[in-house]
């Protein structure tokens, strides 16, 4: 007991130079200077870094490491490393080990391989990345990890790291501002805190080599349904078994090593699917660990003869995995700015903050739509078990009948008080725990933070939180400048919050959001509906859009159209290269195994007639025709499917791409899978070549 109380605390952040460690290693002055750069974005001296790079390489050094990388975010949403070793020749034949501040602060990797959407021409392959101060170094494999952003001769971003910590930036500035308003003198520094829940299926190795699409893909393109799913909620919360356990207890040392508050683990919704839901930390932090946990997550599976599949949708007829960004705004001390307070005043804040939200979020649906359009993700949203396409926010009962008291200057539950007055009142209590019944919905509050349930599994969650920041940003901003020269604060406050929510509280939505109905009122209320990629993405650079972000200083003009083209090109290729593999099965695995089965069945029948005169050999007879049959479907459409992919249009530019996928490739897909899975429950097991759903998904 007591072993592991002492255990568990020493091993966590072991492997992190974080504040108290640097400590240790690094001069008081330098630390200070560190902490300024921090605080105030006070710009590091050539002398400060190299005090940090020796203590850095010191510590590195004490706890084995050889090597240091920087370690970036490339726009391919994995991360990226180029390892160099410490040595440096010393003359005689012999080495040193070394470490300078110039090497901490930046590096030059050819960046001619990492997507660039144009951004960087041919000529100039050079890109360059700088040390990110805010976020700790760590030891990984034997390697020091300089967390860095990453960026373009010109300084154009190239990286997800880089508009998430300008984002930070623009929606701590305009937040300080209105929390002035409210008579805070002290707070320096708002911060957007993030908990990403993370999803994941594991499944045996050995079987997972079998699977060409799982290997090529990263999920299955065919595959009949299992006589059981997740139809009797079995697995959701139960029993882990014993070999996930040991994946899990070794998972969670890793990542704790690593400083990674890796709390919350269990079973989900469909068979072998599980969860790991981290204690949440300031955004740019949780993004370098959700990216992390991803790694190690695949890393530790190995290790255990397991497959982490990390896919939005593995597998059809079950759920798919997404990923629940909880976020939220603190002050420096932290203070929760969504949570509801005690006084008026609070309340009055409160209020403000969460109309801001409201406000940005209808305001800008369609870009917060569009940073979770990729092809992994069409198969969740909308579809059943993911929140639908069309974004709402969930408030619950008690902040609704708040809203609707403030909207229409009505009585609020209580007829003796009059209607409620911002700044004035006391809110009534919101209680945590029945804020968050509602699965169903995009956005839902609850309690004291929004979680944005429209996350895929797989992705980083940089972007997401980069327009939840802005636009948080955009409406503090106005409101900021709006109250700021107001006469009489309370007046102006309570009008503001009310005109707001009077122009956007169709945004709000409380009820079933897998109804068809929701969708009709969607579309009365005007509120978008972009039900796939090809139609979210356009949305990204809208001319409102890149102002927005342009304004922030998030993004430049070329930085958004850049990305656009990355995005919508990598659409394009995920689905080129699942029609490739799913034509490559067909041909040289899924038709011989039709062709064996059927040949071996009409020998069957020939001799069972030559030994039987008079048995109809209904079974074989019926087997043989049937399989036949599919089998000659399944070559016309798989014929169909190739035909569409080669026949594509050299001419079309990127968005042409991505409708010409969407349009032609992936309904093609549907017509092949759709042969495959019937055919697949008439073939005997021992001729069907690959193995099945039922051995994947229920053998770990
Ligand atoms: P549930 O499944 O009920 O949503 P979990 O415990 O699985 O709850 O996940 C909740 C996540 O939200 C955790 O990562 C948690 O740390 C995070 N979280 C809690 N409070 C905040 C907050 N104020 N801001 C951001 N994230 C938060
Ligand atoms: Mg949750």
Redesign the pocket.
């Known amino acids: 007991m007591n072993e592991t109380a002492n255990r568990i605390p020493a091993l966590f952040g072991s492997c992190v130079f974080n504040e108290e460690t640097m400590q240790q290693y690094i001069q008081p002055a330098a630390m200070d200077a560190w902490r300024s750069c921090l605080q105030e974005g006070k710009a590091l001296t050539l002398a400060v870094a190299n005090d940090i790079a020796d203590g850095m390489k010191a510590w590195a050094l004490e706890h084995g490491a050889t090597h240091f990388t920087h370690w970036f975010q490339p726009m391919t949403g994995f991360t990226a490393e180029k390892h160099d070793s410490f040595i440096s020749p010393a003359g005689h034949g012999t080495i040193v080990m070394e470490f300078s501040g110039k090497e901490l602060v930046r590096g030059e990797p050819d960046a001619s391989s990492f997507p660039s959407g144009g951004l960087r021409a041919t000529f100039e392959a050079r890109g360059y990345t700088a040390w990110d101060p805010t976020a700790y170094a760590f030891i990984k494999d034997g390697t020091l990890y300089i967390p860095t952003v990453f960026f373009s001769y010109s300084g154009e971003a190239l990286d997800k790291k880089t508009p998430l910590l300008r984002s930070i930036d623009a929606v701590s500035r305009q937040a300080v501002r209105i929390l002035r308003l409210f008579g805070d003198t002290k707070t320096r520094k708002v911060v957007a ?5 993370q999803e994941y299926f594991l499944i045996d190795k050995e079987l997972y080599l079998k699977r060409e699409d799982l290997r090529m893909c990263g999920r299955t393109l065919f595959g009949a349904k299992p006589p059981k799913g997740q139809e009797l909620d079995d697995h959701y919360y139960g029993s882990i078994r014993p070999r996930v356990t040991a994946y899990m207890q070794d998972l969670d040392e890793e990542l704790w090593k690593l400083g990674i ?1 890796s ?2 683990k269990h079973n989900e919704v469909a068979p072998s699917q599980h ?1 790991m ?4 930390c300031d955004c740019n932090t949780a993004c370098d660990h959700n990216q992390l946990t991803m790694d190690i997550m695949k890393k530790v599976a190995d290790r255990h003869g397991l497959v982490c599949l990390l896919h939005e949708k593995p597998f059809a007829g079950v759920n798919g995995s997404g990923k ?1 960004d ?3 705004l ?1 002050t420096d001390s932290g203070e ?1 700015l ?2 509801p307070g005690k006084t008026p005043s609070q309340n009055a804040q409160f209020l403000l903050f969460l109309t801001a939200f409201i406000e940005g979020v209808d305001e800008y649906q369609e870009l917060l739509r569009s940073t979770v359009a990729f092809a992994g993700n069409d198969h969740r949203l909308g579809a059943q078990e993911a929140p639908p396409a069309v974004i709402s926010i969930y408030l619950g009962d008690e902040l609704s009948d708040v809203i609707d008291s403030i909207v229409g200057e009505t009585d609020y539950t209580d007829r003796k008080k009059g209607a409620l007055r911002i700044g004035v009142d006391v809110l009534p209590s919101i209680p945590q725990d029945t804020t ?1 019944r509602n699965r169903t919905s995009p956005l839902a509050f ?1 309690g ?2 929004f ?1 944005f349930r429209m996350l895929g599994s797989s992705q980083s969650i940089s972007g997401p939180n980069i327009v939840l920041n802005t636009i948080m940003a955009e409406e503090l901003q106005k409101y900021a400048d709006a109250l700021e020269g107001a006469e009489d604060f309370e007046a102006a406050l309570h009008a503001l919050i009310r005109d707001a929510l009077r122009a956007h509280r169709r945004i709000l939505f409380n009820g079933n959001g897998y109804e068809g109905s929701w969708l009709e009122e969607a579309k009365r209320r005007g509120l978008a509906n972009l039900a796939s990629t090809a139609d979210a993405l356009p949305a990204f650079i809208l001319e409102k859009n890149i102002d927005l972000l342009s304004r922030h200083g998030v993004f430049s003009r070329s930085e958004m159209l850049a990305r656009h083209e990355i995005h919508m090109e990598n659409y394009s290729k995920v689905i080129k290269i699942e029609a490739s593999t799913l034509i490559d099965i067909v041909q040289h695995t899924l038709l011989n195994a039709a062709t064996a089965y059927t040949r071996d069945l009409c020998t069957a029948i020939l001799q069972k007639k030559a030994a039987l005169p008079g048995d109809a050999c209904r079974v074989e007879s019926a087997l043989a025709a049937s399989v036949s049959r599919l089998g000659e479907d399944l070559l016309d459409r798989c014929a169909a499917l190739k035909t569409a992919l080669d026949t594509m249009p050299k001419t079309l530019d990127a968005e042409g791409e991505m409708h010409y996928c969407h349009d032609q490739l992936v309904p093609a897909m549907g017509k092949v899978r759709e042969t495959i899975d019937h055919m697949e429950t008439l073939v005997a097991s021992s001729y069907w070549p690959v193995p099945t759903y039922c051995d994947l998904l229920f053998s770990v």
């Open positions: 805190n993030v908990g990403p829940e508050y709390k919350t969860e839901a981290p204690v949440y629940h909880n976020w939220s603190a929760n969504f949570a968050d609850t004291n933070k979680e």
